[in-house]
């Protein structure tokens, strides 16, 4: 039962949409099935299976609200969590910022299953693992890995007469592939909707590749360097970024898109202009729910255009606050590029530093999205055109804000996950100029 | 890693949408007082222990769980949300033919645990047939049927919510009113329901509570487009709701007059002086980069400690099995052996999970190991890990430590984190007398951003506040600080601790580790404590 069929899942929602007394209710099914396969110094640690199924129900009586949540599904449960949610309706304050359910909504189907995703078992998971673990074994490396994957649905209906269905796949893989002496580290990670494209045991000749070239690393003076981010690298620092483009933070005057005197940066020339990022959610091998956690129906949207911010992120309460038209909030963030690979770019390049991944990105100053972090599992010199040798990791202290301003090139992009970002992102591999180093890291 | 989950959670808030899956259940305020007969989960547990046995498992630990919880978020005048959650259902975890194997279920019936024992002990025989090595459990022993309870005086769960929405909106107009232009401000209430049941002959019944309200202040200069924040100097603390009383004996007044909390904290108090000293950041000048001598306040020492000294003496990281997530350890076994010198003779640094008012406290942990606490460095040196039962002998231990936890009850319990603490000085010193002897230095009140390499070499720390220090005296507010460690030279560079009066315990709720990834809490506690010349760094940028 964790996978309804949209039949299985509009019977349920109509009704206990049907059974609320209250003003307005929307009601929410998620389900889904989470396979995993984990492994560490060249042996399976842990593999598992997780299914869950669960009913949101969320009703109001005027501007009070009340939410209750169950995971069985006959009529006697279903009145209980309906029931629950009007109790604690009843008892919750005024929200002063209630924004009535949305209106009947039309939405266009999204690419988001893979039959093959679905599919995967646990000979499969244990096939990932003993690929990548043979191959490393082969040559004296060892694996730490994880596999996740996974099939999942969502289906909502609200008393307006508003419904949605739609299912989804995920496959992530990472592993880290050290040297048996511990001097050298690489890393590999793919983030894929459709496992037909997936191959650990080519995959993980990456990691495998670093990890060999990146022992016996040489220190460097940390300073201003040209840098190659690879995309994953770039996730982290990009990623984080979006979660500032608020159009009420701005608007309150504290967000790095405040103006001066108030208001926001709303078209203003923010970046350099050959930077592009926009969502959709219908991009080819990218592609996401076609609404918002709200229900609003997400269009493609221009979130930076020709390095002009050109949209933010409004809530409901806001826009309507504002006076703007509320559109679904992005699910996923596109960054346009060329047609170079990473290794196009390295073989441009006089003299810069290839970074392979960035790791523990944290705020430093919100004022200018400063944020601190380190490079790690494939750290390299590059001179004319070649890679040289590797470089001991650093420390960075920069701002994707100052980075997207400091462009030389940008390459093709592809599809990434950051370490703690929970949206899907296409991002090309980027080079740039002036990239701060503040120290260095013993760190291998 | 510590996560950024609690953006998460109260974003998630703030974006008012539905909430299956991610925290549990959504229940009614009067249930969060309620817990399982004890009789069930025995009956439970004995169904879970038969079934594991019968059907070929050496070894078998069961896990009756009800995790609670409840959030109250607030910003200015309103009520963002309330959300109180469950989660029930059983984890068992088997040894069978030498390997591990675990299951877990929502269903509360003795049929579907004993299912769920023969499907883990299935998994487990089926890892045996590709594990290198038969797991080696140190012995731990049978102690019958006994309960612990957080030590707490008032149930948090047990207050009215109108109590806590009054206190929060209270907290929040006494901000603004000292010149905040914005504030949020949470409560954030946790209780683990944790029955324990093992082939040792264990059934233990426990009933933690933990609690946390965090504030956070926002100042703005509309003309200059500058803005400032300031966060609570709360702790998250296992205590009732008691910690929020404001005791006068548990607030400790530093030299120029901030006041910083112990085991009880005064909300309301601190929300006005977190407004006027975030508007006083405005206009605070800039930071001059290079060395400096740090005071550190133990507001803010709790998470220096807990990422270069907690993480990086966990076992599980040192022998390689976080290797592709939290990383692994410089702390590599030969180092112990070797007495490594992790720090100046000064620094004596402990783990425990017994100490009260702390996240960590428990009677016994995820696999029914007496908790205790004990040394990790000694004046200094390298003597110890945090190990648990399967890792024991890999240091010669006849034990474990008893520092094994899972967030959940569907969650494999595995090595955590105790709590690590910086001992306090032996020799009288106070706050006063230590910034009295500084020359050239920066005094840190309150943690603020942090960063750390993987394997926990090279860390930046931040802050929420930072005072000048001129020959002895605190002489002005400054801006943009942030400091650089290599994790052993910072330890060799600790010059002194304060004694045991100024100490205090800070913390989080949400330390992570693990693929999939778990949430462990845990505190740490110092002294405000001196380190001599470390590299100050300037923050401030300009996006012109």
């Avoid at chain 2, 229940?27 to 007082?33: G, K, P, T, V």
């Amino acid at each position: 039962m964790s996978i309804m069929t949209e039949e299985q899942a509009r019977a349920i929602l109509t009704k206990v949409v049907g059974m609320s007394k209250a003003d307005e209710c929307t009601a929410q099914l998620t389900g889904s099935i989470d396979g995993n396969v984990r492994f560490a110094l060249n042996n399976v640690s842990t593999s598992g299976i997780v299914s869950n199924t669960e009913l949101g129900v969320q009703v109001a009586y005027g501007k009070r609200v009340g939410t209750a949540t169950i995971n069985q599904f006959d009529d006697a449960s279903l009145e209980r969590v309906v029931r629950r949610a009007e109790d604690l309706a009843k008892l919750a304050p005024e929200n002063p910022e209630f924004v009535p359910a949305v209106p009947k909504q039309t939405y266009r189907p999204s690419d988001t299953f893979s039959a093959a995703t679905a599919a995967i078992t646990p000979e499969y998971r244990a096939k990932v693992a003993a690929d990548s673990i043979g191959a490393c074994k082969s040559e004296k490396l060892v694996a730490a890995g994880f596999l996740q994957d996974g099939q999942s649905f969502v289906a909502f209906a609200n008393s307006n007469g508003n419904f949605g269905y739609q299912r989804g796949t995920q496959l992530d893989y990472t592993c880290t592939v050290r040297t048996e002496d511990g001097r050298g580290s690489g890393w590999v990670g793919r983030n894929l909707q459709d496992s037909a494209a997936f191959s650990a045991g080519t995959d993980v000749r990456t990691g495998m590749r670093k990890a060999a070239a990146s022992a016996d690393a040489r220190a460097l003076e940390p300073g201003k360097y040209t840098v190659i981010l690879e995309p994953a690298a770039a996730a982290g620092l990009i990623g984080f970024m979006m979660y500032f483009f608020g159009a009420r933070e701005a608007d309150e005057g504290r967000s790095f898109l405040s103006k001066k005197g108030g208001g926001n940066k709303l078209g203003e020339q923010v970046y350099d202009p050959r930077v592009n990022l926009y969502a959709d959610p219908w991009a080819a091998g990218a592609a996401v729910m076609p609404w918002d956690g709200d229900g609003l129906p997400r269009e493609r949207m221009d979130i930076i255009k020709d390095g002009k911010v050109a949209n933010l992120n409004y809530t409901r309460y806001w826009a309507q606050k504002q006076g703007k038209k509320a559109v679904g909030t992005p699910g996923n963030l596109l960054m346009t590029g060329g047609t170079k690979s990473t290794a196009d770019l390295i073989r441009g390049t006089e003299k810069g530093i290839l970074v392979t991944r960035t790791w523990y990105i944290r705020m430093v100053d919100p004022q200018t999205v400063l944020l601190t972090g380190l490079t790690r599992d494939g750290t390299f010199y590059i001179e004319n055109g070649q890679i040289k040798y590797p470089v001991k990791n650093f420390r960075f202290n920069e701002s994707p804000v100052i980075m997207l301003n400091n462009i030389d090139e940008l390459g093709k992009p592809v599809r990434v996950k950051g370490d703690e970002a929970d949206f899907v992102m296409m991002l090309p591999p980027m080079k740039l100029r002036d990239f701060t180093f503040t120290s260095l890291s013993d760190a291998v | 890693m510590l996560r950024r989950e609690f953006l998460t959670a109260s974003g998630l808030a703030l974006g008012g949408g539905l909430l299956p899956g991610l925290m549990g259940r959504a229940i009614a305020a009067e249930e969060l007082q309620s817990t399982m007969d004890v009789a069930l989960k025995k009956r439970l547990a004995d169904a879970a222990l038969n079934a594991a046995k019968s059907g070929g498992s050496s070894y078998c630990d069961v896990r009756v769980g009800r995790y609670l919880r409840q959030f109250v978020v607030t910003r200015e005048a309103n009520v963002e949300n309330v959300v109180n959650t469950e989660s029930t259902g059983v984890g068992i975890r088997v040894i069978a033919d030498g390997a591990w194997g675990f299951a877990a279920t929502n269903e509360l019936t003795p049929e579907a645990v004993a299912a769920a024992a023969r499907q883990a002990t299935a998994i487990a025989k089926a890892n045996a047939k590709t594990q290198t090595a038969p797991v080696r459990l140190a012995p731990t022993p049978g102690v019958g049927e006994v309960s612990w309870r957080t030590p707490i005086v008032k149930n948090a769960m047990a207050v009215p919510i109108k109590d806590k929405v009054d206190l929060l909106l209270g907290v929040n107009a006494a901000a603004l009113g000292a010149g905040a232009n914005f504030v949020n401000s949470i409560l954030f209430i946790v209780n683990e329901q944790k029955y324990f049941a093992s082939t040792d002959g264990s059934y233990i019944d426990q009933d933690v509570h933990r609690i946390w309200a965090p504030l956070t202040v926002t100042a703005i200069d509309k003309a200059s487009g500058k803005f400032r924040t300031r966060e609570g100097l709360s702790a998250p603390m296992g205590l009732g709701f008691e910690y929020l009383d404001g005791n006068a004996k548990d607030k400790f007044t530093s030299p120029n007059g901030v006041v910083n909390y112990g085991m009880s904290y005064d909300m309301r108090e601190d929300a006005i002086a977190a407004a006027k000293q975030a508007r006083a950041k405005l206009t605070a000048p800039s930071v001059k980069p290079g060395r400096y001598d740090l005071v550190l306040d133990p507001s803010h020492t709790w998470l220096t400690i807990h990422e270069s000294v907690g993480h990086p003496l966990e076992l599980d990281r040192v022998l390689g099995y976080e290797a592709n997530y939290a990383g692994t350890s410089f702390a590599t076994l030969d180092k112990q052996k070797a007495r490594f010198p992790y720090g100046s003779d000064k620094v004596t640094i402990t783990a425990d999970k017994v100490e009260r008012g702390t996240l960590g406290a428990v009677g016994y942990d995820d696999e029914g190991v007496k908790t205790k606490k004990w040394p990790l460095i000694q004046d200094g040196k390298l003597v110890d890990y945090q190990a648990i039962r399967d890792q024991a002998h890999i240091l010669g231990k006849a034990a474990s430590d008893g520092c094994c936890y899972a967030d959940n009850w569907a969650s494999v319990q595995f090595q955590r984190m105790a709590n690590v603490s910086l001992q306090p000085g032996k020799a009288k010193q106070s706050v006063a007398d230590m910034i009295g002897g500084v020359e050239n230095g920066i005094y840190i009140i309150g943690d603020g951003s942090f960063s750390i390499d993987q394997q926990r070499y090279n860390a930046q720390f931040g802050g929420q506040l930072f005072y000048e220090i001129k020959n002895g005296k605190i002489t002005q507010q400054i801006e943009d600080v942030a400091y650089q460690i290599r994790t052993p030279e910072f330890w060799n560079a600790c010059v002194g601790v304060c004694d045991a009066s100024d100490f205090r315990y800070g913390g989080s709720f949400f330390d992570g580790k693990g693929q999939p990834s778990q949430s462990s809490a845990v505190s740490h506690g110092s002294s405000t404590a001196r380190f001599n010349g470390i590299n100050v760094i300037n923050t401030a940028r300009s996006l012109g």
